[in-house]
Structures are given as structure tokens and as C-alpha cells.
């Protein structure tokens, strides 16, 4: 297969950006000026900030002044965990806590846990990566007056499990306690947050992972009274995110999110290559090692543009990693953010997978460029394992 085209099977990891984005991205990146600057030029340079901002807002069915601009969903998730924190202690010295779950992004664990402490607190989720609502909303209630805030992951960026985020905020509003989701894996959504209802509800989302360029990302804003400033410098931002603003980027970034509004074919797509792929293991007579981890293609709980496969196998994941990287196939075990150390999941030990099981759960995702030429070059490598 080395003569062949490189399959790319990594979407959730980074997706690379469309002909119109690197266009806008282009014209952007040549122009002069800085935005912050008050002459023409940069005035120029404000107003294609501007632009992008009114198509993010859209895109998230907020409004263009709820709209933050960061480099991405780490730096918006770090903003909206520490700056919510900041605000809440400040307010109250005994709101110390913080409620999430196993299962987020290393982005959210690290950085409630640096917060926290000992006073960190994760809501259970059943094997299939669901947050047990039952549970949480006792957490909630019984955490009232010591949470500072919660943060729930709207798609899971390993097995593609969806949350009730709109449940999950009411529940956190009757509490009245801050919400923040990393939304940076959800792609068109679902089960939008309606800002009119949910005042206490933060949205982070990442331009590479919508078919824009890496350096930018938004981190969506319902009340900027209870959030303080992690960044301090010039007051950009509204004050809450100091620096110059990655224009070029931020510019693509508003054409991304337009284009991907637009794009009602995706979920279809990738809901034929993931039957097609789980199909060929619960059939294939040379697959009878393979099974999906998470929740059935299709179940109105998941996302079907990621998928996790556990792959039990006496190879190593190294062995495993190398069959595929080595033919020109893509795929992840794991997370982009730990690809380097091929360990056991985080996120499969959280739903109760052995250490050894959690080391061999192998990650297939989807992008606008995916075809069926991809999913049949995957699953002739995927008998060698």
C-alpha cells in the first residue's frame, strides 16, 4: 500500500483545513496591520475580526459579543476552568470544588486537578462513557454550596459518546453553579445551548478541528461577571484574553465554521462509513478479535464520525501502531494529546476496562475528505492485527 494515497483516519486529532479556508487564511496572512492598532490598516485588520466573530456566534447560536477568540480549545479550556475558579473564590472562599468527569480531555483533568486539589470531584459515567444523571444531579445537590463549577465534555474525543449537555446545564443552573463544556469534537450540533436559557453556560471549540488552521479557538461566554482574566497585558478581548489576536487564523476560522453550518451531509457520511466498518467485524470470520468499545452506531447518545475499536491481540500497541503507520494508514490509539505515550486510556479505564484492554483501543475517525476507498483500505489492514 506504499504506493498508494495516504489514508488519513485521524480526523479527531486535527482536520486540514478546506481550499476556501486556506484561501481566507491566505489573504488574511498577507494583509498588514495589527487588529488592536487604531488606524485604518487596523481598523481593516478589527473588522475581519468582527467577521468571524458574528460567523462563530452563529454557528453556536450565541450572540457575536458572548464570542472570546484563544489559540485553541486548551487555551479556552484552561481560560474558562481557571477563570471561572478565579471569580467563584474570590466571591466565596468555600466554593473550592470542581465537578467533572474521568473521561475529559487531559486539558480539563490537569487543570481542575492544579485548581482543586483534593477537592475535585468526578460524576460517575456508565460503560458507555453517559454520564449517570441520576448521580450528578446528587453530586450537584449535595456540592451546592462548595462547587465553584462543573465542566462535562460534549463529545468525547476517544469513543465519540454525546452528552444531555442541555439537560446537564439545566441542572447545573438550578444550582446555580457556573457550566463549562469542551465542545471541541462536536461538529454540528445536536443539542445546541440556548444562551436565552442557560446564563451559566461556557462553550470551548478549536479551529483545526472544524477544517480551519491550528492557532485559533473561541470560548463562548453567557456572563462575564463571574469569569476572571488568566492573561493580562493589553486588555484585549474584553479584558479577559490579553494578546494580539492570531488574525489570519481567526479569519478562517469564522470561514470554517460557515462552511461546516452548511455541511448537512457530514453526519450521513460518517454514519455509512462507520456501519460498514462495524459491520465487517461482527461478520467477518477473521475479525472475531475486534469489537466496538462505546455506545452502537447510530444510538442517539454518540457521535458517529469517531469511533474505538478494541482490538484484543497478543501484538503490542507498538506492533499495532506500526502495522498501519507503516502501510500509510493513520489512525490513533488513544488521544492525539498522548499519542506519543502509547499507555493504557484514561478514558477506557474510566469505563472499566482492564489496564491491558484500556492500552489496545484503537481510534478511527472521520473528516469532509473521508471516502470508501479509506474505510476498504482500513479494514484489509485491520486482518493483520
Not at 474505538?308 to 503490542?316: A, E, H, M, R
Amino acid at each position: 500500500m506504499n504506493d498508494k494515497k495516504r489514508v488519513y483516519l485521524d480526523w479527531a486529532a486535527g482536520w486540514s483545513a478546506r481550499s476556501e479556508v486556506i484561501d481566507q487564511f491566505a489573504k488574511s496572512a498577507s494583509s498588514f496591520g495589527n487588529a488592536s492598532s487604531y488606524h485604518q490598516v487596523g481598523l481593516e485588520r478589527q473588522k475581519e475580526i468582527e467577521d468571524a466573530r458574528e460567523k462563530i456566534a452563529a454557528y453556536l447560536q450565541t450572540r457575536p459579543k458572548n464570542i472570546i477568540f484563544t489559540s485553541g480549545g486548551t487555551e479556552s479550556n484552561n481560560l474558562a476552568l481557571q477563570g471561572i475558579y478565579k471569580k467563584a473564590t474570590e466571591y466565596d472562599p468555600n466554593k473550592k470544588a470542581i465537578i467533572t468527569t474521568p473521561i475529559e480531555h487531559p486539558s480539563i483533568i490537569e487543570t481542575a486537578e492544579s485548581l482543586a486539589g483534593k477537592n475535585l470531584l468526578f460524576a460517575k459515567v456508565d460503560k458507555n462513557g453517559l454520564l449517570d444523571l441520576n448521580f450528578f444531579e446528587k453530586l450537584l445537590s449535595q456540592n451546592q454550596t462548595s462547587a465553584a463549577l462543573v465542566s462535562v465534555q460534549y463529545v468525547n474525543n476517544e469513543i465519540g459518546t454525546l452528552q444531555n449537555i442541555d439537560r446537564i446545564a439545566a441542572l447545573c443552573k438550578k444550582q446555580k453553579i457556573a457550566f463549562h463544556t469542551d465542545a471541541v469534537q462536536a461538529h454540528n450540533f445536536k443539542t445546541p445551548i440556548d444562551f436565552s436559557k442557560f446564563d451559566n453556560a461556557f462553550i470551548s471549540i478549536s479551529a483545526h478541528k472544524i477544517g480551519g488552521v491550528s492557532g485559533a479557538g473561541a470560548l463562548a461566554v453567557p456572563d462575564f461577571s463571574i469569569i476572571a482574566p488568566t492573561i493580562f497585558g493589553g486588555g484585549h478581548e474584553k479584558g479577559l484574553r490579553s494578546g494580539s489576536l492570531n488574525c489570519a487564523a481567526i479569519s478562517a476560522f469564522g470561514s470554517a465554521a460557515e462552511i461546516i453550518e452548511r455541511d448537512k451531509e457530514f453526519e450521513e457520511r460518517s454514519l455509512a462509513f462507520a456501519k460498514k466498518i462495524v459491520g465487517a467485524i461482527q461478520t467477518d470470520k477473521e475479525l472475531p478479535h475486534i469489537q466496538l468499545n462505546g455506545l452502537p452506531v447510530g444510538d442517539k447518545n454518540r457521535v458517529n464520525y469517531i469511533l474505538n475499536l478494541q482490538i484484543d491481540s497478543s501484538k503490542s500497541v507498538d506492533e499495532l501502531a506500526y502495522i498501519f503507520d507503516s502501510n500509510s494508514v493513520a489512525i490513533s490509539f488513544g488521544s492525539a494529546c498522548s499519542a506519543k505515550v502509547l499507555g493504557p486510556s484514561s478514558v477506557l479505564l474510566a469505563i472499566g476496562k482492564s489496564d491491558a484492554r484500556a492500552k489496545h483501543g484503537l481510534r478511527v475517525s472521520f473528516g469532509y475528505k473521508t471516502d470508501i476507498s479509506d474505510i476498504d483500505a482500513f479494514l484489509k489492514l485491520l486482518k493483520l492485527v
